[in-house]
């Protein structure tokens, strides 16, 4: 038995180095007439950065056992790999990034780009791209300004506060409002609020990164007023709340409330920061369950941060607005400097805080906050249309069924709401519903759905209606 393996091994081990040997050298396929022509299109050092990779993903194949990859002997010569060559040079030089239809449900998705700008936002980066601004410039007066001019205002007038500073996300918000007012001292945050955000963005990791001392007060499900004051030290000087954005605490527990904190902060000279996570400005009834950054203002906060990408429904931007004076420590922090939002962040939430000035209009303009109020009735019939047109487009009927889902806001915003939603969805031959998923990400538009045993869902909360032909053209690669 064991010889007969050893014999076995010992015969493909042959054909494997034959296959080996038989792979060309890099000179060899350099000089192949088909390589020069793409030396003519491509420079010379990334076409042999090709051609080497393809000879090493076939060396690696090979050893891996090459006869199941399928290469053949006469697959080798120089000039079989020319193609191979030509299609990784194609790859390497076209952007990576690319458009998604998202038919997952989850409308807010952070690994497919969170929030969608306005066109009122994307006119304003697009212009900020393309030309020069007055982004530090005062036109006003011909001499040097702060990129924060351009929203400063808007942001006081919309949340309230005194206030206001941008910075590159919300973690970096926190980092700076942390470094800026507890560098060197201590921290205290409820132990049930020491949260992970995702991604391995950790409330602890982000104190120590700060230069501040992380105080841990009262237990995970329960704190109190007196944890707080009982844990208090001549080093104290804030106190961190966080909302517990992706996660809920329920049944048996407390919290002191924001007045409280606030009211104990200040009484011995600390600051109060708040750190809302998503920080839903739009009075969506689905909001309910998010704190009101209205709340946190009046309760006195010295510094409220959150994020510009999440329920805002902006793009990539951490906001913090509170008092004048914790908000200008984090001003003149140094790491304010490599912090920095950045020119076309800040141009798309300058337009996207403009529309908040009318919140009727911000709600009907904004995508994010449009895909999550759009009324069950009218993501069904979304639905109803996109069969429709998979159906005219030649895949049977009965292939094709509405199914109610429950769709997320996403980015860890209102983890236990759910957003009701309705998919389309497809039979396809079983255990195949993987592969198909898979052509359907490899398409143009990409398609990214959700994959439900042997059928794959279309979830339409997310797709805008003027995607609806597009995503029915993409879906049919897997469904025919
Ligand atoms: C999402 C989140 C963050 C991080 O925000 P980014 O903008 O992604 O950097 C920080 N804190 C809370 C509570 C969050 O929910």
């Known amino acids: 038995m064991s010889e007969t393996r050893g014999k076995k091994?010992?015969?493909s081990d042959d054909a494997r180095t034959e296959r080996l040997r038989s792979l060309a050298a890099v000179d060899e396929v350099m000089r192949e007439p088909g390589v020069e022509e793409l030396l003519a299109r491509y420079p010379r050092p990334l076409v042999v950065d090709a051609v080497r990779a393809v000879l090493e993903r076939l060396r690696s194949d090979i050893l891996a056992g090459g006869d199941a990859a399928g290469v053949q002997a006469a697959d080798?010569?120089?000039?079989?790999?020319?193609?191979?060559?030509a299609r990784l040079l194609e790859a390497a030089v076209r952007p990576s990034l690319r458009r998604v239809i998202n038919a997952t449900g989850v409308v807010v998705h952070t690994n497919l780009g969170r929030a969608l700008l306005p066109p009122e936002a994307v006119d304003a980066v697009v212009t900020a791209a393309a030309g020069y601004t007055d982004l530090e410039y005062s036109l006003s007066r011909g001499e040097r300004a702060s990129r924060?001019?351009?929203v400063h205002d808007v942001l006081c007038s919309v949340t309230g506060a005194d206030d206001a500073l941008v910075v590159n996300n919300n973690a970096a918000a926190v980092l700076l409002a942390l470094a800026a007012t507890a560098r060197g001292g201590e921290v205290l945050v409820a132990r049930g609020q020491l949260v992970e955000i995702g991604d391995g963005f950790r409330i602890p990791d982000i104190l120590r990164e700060s230069g501040a001392d992380l105080v841990e007060v009262g237990t995970t499900n329960r704190t109190y007023l007196r944890d707080f004051e009982a844990a208090w030290t001549e080093r104290t000087?804030?106190?961190?709340?966080?909302h517990t954005s992706n996660y809920r605490i329920v049944g048996f527990t407390a919290e002191p409330t924001l007045d409280e904190l606030a009211t104990l902060a200040h009484g011995r000279g600390a600051v109060l920061v708040d750190d809302l996570g998503s920080g839903a400005m739009a009075a969506l009834e689905l909001f309910a369950e998010e704190p009101a950054l209205a709340d946190s203002i009046a309760a006195g906060c010295d510094v409220v941060t959150f994020s510009g990408d999440k329920l805002l429904g902006g793009p990539q931007a951490g906001i913090a607005v509170g008092k004048v004076e914790a908000v200008q420590a984090m001003r003149r922090h140094p790491l304010a400097r490599a912090l920095r939002i950045d020119k076309l962040d800040l141009a798309a939430l300058d337009a996207v805080l403009r529309l908040y000035l009318d919140p009727q209009r911000?709600?009907?303009?904004?995508?994010?906050l449009r895909a999550l109020r759009t009324p069950l009735e009218d993501v069904r019939a979304r639905a109803e249309a996109l069969r429709a047109s998979l159906v005219g487009a030649g895949v049977p009927p009965e292939a094709l069924e509405l199914v109610d889902t429950v769709?997320?806001?996403?980015a860890g915003a209102l983890p236990v709401t759910e957003v009701p939603s309705v998919a389309v969805a497809?039979?396809?031959?079983s255990g195949e519903a993987g592969a198909r998923a898979a052509l359907l990400r490899a398409g143009s538009p990409a398609?990214?759905?959700?994959?439900?045993d042997d059928r794959l869902l279309f979830d339409v909360r997310a797709v805008a209606d003027g995607e609806i032909e597009e995503l029915a053209g993409a879906a049919l690669v897997a469904l025919v």
């Open 9 to 11: 091994g010992a015969r």
């Open 76 to 85: 080798l010569a120089p000039a079989q790999l020319v193609p191979w060559v």
């Open 148 to 150: 924060q001019d351009h």
């Open 237 to 242: 000087r804030a106190i961190l709340r966080v």
């Open 362 to 368: 911000a709600e009907a303009q904004i995508p994010t």
């Open 407 to 410: 769709g997320r806001a996403g």
């Open 426 to 429: 497809a039979s396809v031959p």
């Open 447 to 452: 398609v990214v759905c959700r994959v439900q």
